[in-house]
């Protein structure tokens, strides 16, 4: 299909060019006059005169008038100022000579045509000073960055108010779409709405703490929902919700997506999602209760797939073309077949294989999934870990300590951002160095 497209495109090209020497040829030889002067003859407003005018400079096949295409944008992208008319007179110069125009007989044609000029490099030089400005990372504490912001909100949309700094509204002079290289602000987390299971303790609620600080709304998902309401009470000021959802159950994880437009608009839809709820139940593998292995699986490989389905089902509805980004958790458990941990072992190992199977359904989706691999980290999770095999886990830890939730937390910003705009499918083990 893509072969056949390329094809159509080429055919199409070429068929265009062909006629196009074709027509200039005629006109030519009807008129009298080169396309250039034609441009500037006809009834056109000033913005398509100059538009057509840059358009035939570049599709020319001289080499003069090409020089004079190229050197409009080098001196634009230098910020040239006091060099413009020079080059600009040199420009209408060399134009003459070349297209063999008497200025005698075609009086018309200098001034339009100069305008036009002046218009190209007038316009080339804003985006360049545009691009420059994009490049710079938006600082929401610095009040220059702040001015500028303004500033540039005004010139750009005069009629129309702005209704506040950071406001979805940018995405409308094109900050922060689709390309990441367009974005201005921060990580990209700004106004995307986040879904984060297991958000009421441990790693969830230090995530949703460093997506409010980006600006980012949440919805705080947990079976136990007065943890919810406690992240939510500690966390910088936004959107927020706190939801009561067991993962493990399908019914459940609906009700928290229909949340989302429930809280944030019938348009709207969770572009990020963090799967932090689990749960262990250890015991030896011969002593295992059948509903003790399903428990676990259920919360972290079956709940991992319900809000995963949905959430692509979702983002794939609405067409959501700034993409989407899912973080799933496995454990240091799965890699080393921990003992008396066959449900949990399993369980993580099966969300590895869930998150590639993921990535590489939703890549064209633009949809990237990703997992960390947690080693000991100071949760309520691990409270219950006898004392001596903690130290013997310390003791195989490069780093010689146990994580805290704000190190894992500080790598699922980045998996959710554009910052990692490139990776899917990853596993990225967070660890001390813990079981390489
Ligand atoms: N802490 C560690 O050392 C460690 C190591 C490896 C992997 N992990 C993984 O990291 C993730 C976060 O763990 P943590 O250490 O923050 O644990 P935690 O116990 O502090 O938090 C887990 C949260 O999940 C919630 N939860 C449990 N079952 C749920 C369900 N059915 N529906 C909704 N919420 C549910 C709990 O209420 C709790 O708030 C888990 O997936 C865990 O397996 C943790």
């Not at 986040?194 to 998902?221: D, H, Q, Y």
């Not at 590639?356 to 990237?368: L, P, S």
């Amino acid at each position: 299909m893509y072969i056949i497209g390329q094809l159509f495109n080429h055919l199409f090209t070429a068929i265009y060019f062909f006629f196009r020497k074709l027509l200039k040829g005629f006109l030519r030889k009807t008129t009298g006059l080169c396309e250039l002067q034609r441009i500037c003859y006809a009834d056109y407003s000033n913005a398509y005169r100059s538009k057509a005018i840059e358009n035939s400079l570049r599709l020319s096949k001289s080499p003069v008038l090409q020089k004079i295409d190229s050197e409009l944008t080098s001196i634009a992208l230098a910020d040239q100022l006091a060099h413009r008319w020079e080059i600009v007179e040199k420009a209408v110069e060399a134009t003459l000579v070349t297209k063999c125009i008497n200025t005698n007989i075609h009086t018309d044609f200098i001034l339009p045509y100069r305008i036009c000029l002046v218009q190209i490099y007038g316009y080339r030089q804003l985006i360049a000073r545009l691009d420059k400005l994009r490049a710079i990372t938006f600082d929401p504490n610095d009040e220059s960055h702040q001015k500028l912001l303004k500033t540039l909100w005004e010139k750009l949309c005069p009629d129309r108010k702005l209704d506040g700094l950071i406001s979805k509204q940018w995405t409308e002079i094109g900050f922060q779409g689709s390309d990441p290289s367009t974005d201005f602000r921060g990580m990209g987390l700004s106004n995307r709405i986040a879904i984060v299971t297991g958000g009421g303790s441990g790693i969830g609620r230090a995530v949703c703490k460093l997506l409010a600080k980006e600006n980012a709304s949440i919805i705080v998902a947990d079976r136990n929902v007065k943890g919810a309401q406690e992240t939510i009470a500690s966390m910088t000021e936004g959107q927020h919700v706190a939801a009561e959802v067991d993962v493990a159950k399908l019914d459940s994880v609906k009700s928290m997506f229909e949340l989302v437009n429930k809280t944030y608009g019938s348009e709207e839809v969770a572009t990020l999602l963090v799967n932090s709820a689990g749960i262990t139940k250890d015991g030896w593998v011969i002593d295992m209760k059948p509903e003790d292995f399903d428990q676990v699986l259920d919360v972290s490989l079956k709940g991992t797939f319900y809000t995963t389905q949905l959430a692509c089902k979702t983002m794939i509805d609405k067409k959501k073309s700034d993409g989407g980004s899912i973080v799933n958790f496995s454990s240091v458990s799965a890699k080393i077949g921990n003992m008396g941990q066959a449900n949990y072992a399993a369980a993580k190992a099966g969300v590895e294989g869930l998150t590639r199977t993921v990535a590489r359904e939703m890549g064209k989706y633009n949809i990237r999934c990703n997992a960390v691999i947690p080693g000991f980290i100071e949760t309520p999770m691990v409270e219950t870990v006898p004392e001596h095999i903690m130290q013997g886990m310390l003791f195989l830890t490069p780093l010689g300590r146990k994580g805290q939730p704000e190190e894992v937390a500080n790598v699922i910003k980045f998996l959710l951002s554009k910052e990692s705009s490139y990776i899917t499918g990853a596993m990225l083990q967070v660890s001390g160095g813990l079981f390489l």
